[in-house]
Every structure is written in structure tokens, then in C-alpha cells.
């Protein structure tokens, strides 16, 4: 099984921030890297697929990069909205693991 | 309009059984690969079980042997039978799937339906 390891668990930073969420594969999954982001009480939302596609609709301050075993998602300018759990996932082979998750929180 | 939407929560004893549905609507659930997603209170995405549009399934290490999903594609809807339910099991179940041919994220969720296992 493919394991995927996010960093770090949680964050505080200030709106007009610039973050970055890492996520490590234990092994290859070429570019079947996608994130999502949940807050409190609602469904999970798929902001970027195969590594560094944007989802429809999401706004331009997100990217993604890496490839491989490594990855990085990157929120240029922090707005309030933003302020929410980011979960990266494989989708390379089954089981189709997640990362534990990373909490952005208000300084 | 293009969603899924899960039923059959409930509060269940330990050892119990519960089938979960969820039910598609503007597209078939034979074209896509179907998954079963659950979040425990307070933690993060555990994926469950994925079936594939040609049939192969897979389950998570936690409830192998225990759950079963399936579909009917004349309901066109995806379901999730559960066996000998645990504690650890209690969770927002989430349907999630693709809609958009050849990537693999998973972008159209359903609200989720609550199962909890206590007696």
C-alpha cells in the first residue's frame, strides 16, 4: 500500500500569507496527486488534480507542484476564506490513500 | 443536474449491519469509478472502497471482509453493505466520485450520511 504523508499537521498564518503544504508519497505515483479541502461540517472539494491542474472555479493564489514522491500545494495571498483542513490523495493504486490532513488556522 | 446523494445512516449496535446507498443523477454510475470515503469525529479522510466502471473492487485494510460495495446500474445507484460493524466504523460516510473524463480526482461528493456504532 501507498502511504501519503502531509506536513505539517497544522498551521497558523496571517490573511495576504504565503503557505505551503507538503505531501510525500512512499513510493512513485507519476501524476496521480490531487488535493482537496474541507471545512468544518461540509463535504471535501477537489482544488487541484493531477499534481498542478486547477479545478473549475478555483482561484488563480492555488497551485500545486512536485512529481514522483514529493508535493507541494501553494496558497499565494491567504484569504479568509482559505482558512480550512487540505488533504492531498493518490489515486495511482489501490488502496486510494490520503494524507492525515493539514489545518490552516488564523494567527 | 449532476450530483450524488447517500442515505441509510443510522445508529447501529456493535456487531450490526447497515447498507448505505447513494444515488446518482446525471450520469451513470457504470461509467465512473464509485467510492465510499468515511471521516471519523474530529479526523481526517479515510477512503473506503472503490469500484471501477469495469467491476473490479478494492477495500481499505480496515474493512475488508467486513463491507461490500456494489451497484445497480439500473438504480443507478452505488451502495455499501456493512458487516460487523466496530466503534472505529462510526463516521460521515461520503459517495465521491470523477465526472470529468480522463482525470482522477475526485470532484462531485455527496453530503455524507452519519453512521454510528454504540449500543
Known amino acids: 500500500d501507498i502511504q501519503m504523508t502531509q506536513s505539517p499537521s497544522s498551521l497558523s498564518a496571517s490573511v495576504g500569507d504565503r503557505v505551503t503544504i507538503s505531501c510525500r508519497a512512499s513510493?512513485?505515483?507519476?501524476?496521480?496527486l490531487h488535493w482537496y479541502y474541507q471545512k468544518p461540517g461540509k463535504a471535501p472539494q477537489l482544488l487541484i488534480y493531477s499534481i498542478s491542474s486547477l479545478q473549475s472555479g478555483v482561484p488563480s493564489r492555488f497551485s500545486g507542484s512536485g512529481s514522483e514522491t514529493d508535493f507541494t500545494l501553494t496558497i499565494s495571498g491567504l484569504q479568509p476564506e482559505d482558512f480550512a483542513t487540505y488533504y492531498c490523495q493518490q489515486t495511482y493504486s489501490s488502496p486510494l490513500t490520503f494524507g492525515g490532513g493539514t489545518k490552516v488556522e488564523i494567527k | 443536474e449532476v450530483q450524488v446523494v447517500e442515505s441509510g445512516g443510522g445508529l447501529i449496535q456493535p456487531g450490526g449491519s447497515l447498507r448505505l446507498s447513494c444515488a446518482a443523477s446525471?450520469?451513470?454510475?457504470?461509467?465512473?469509478?464509485m467510492n465510499w470515503v468515511r471521516q471519523a469525529p474530529g479526523k481526517g479522510l479515510e477512503w473506503v472502497s472503490v469500484?471501477?466502471?469495469?467491476?473490479?473492487?478494492y477495500y481499505a485494510d480496515s474493512v475488508k471482509g467486513r463491507f461490500t460495495i456494489s451497484r445497480d446500474n439500473s438504480k443507478n445507484t452505488l451502495f455499501l453493505q456493512m458487516n460487523s460493524l466496530r466503534g472505529e466504523d462510526t463516521a460521515v460516510y461520503y459517495c465521491a466520485t470523477v465526472t470529468v473524463a480522463g482525470q482522477y480526482g475526485l470532484d462531485l461528493w455527496g453530503q455524507g450520511t452519519t453512521v454510528t456504532v454504540s449500543s
Open positions: 513510493q512513485s505515483i507519476k501524476n496521480f
Open positions: 446525471g450520469f451513470s454510475v457504470s461509467d465512473n469509478y
Open positions: 469500484v471501477y466502471s469495469g467491476g473490479s473492487v
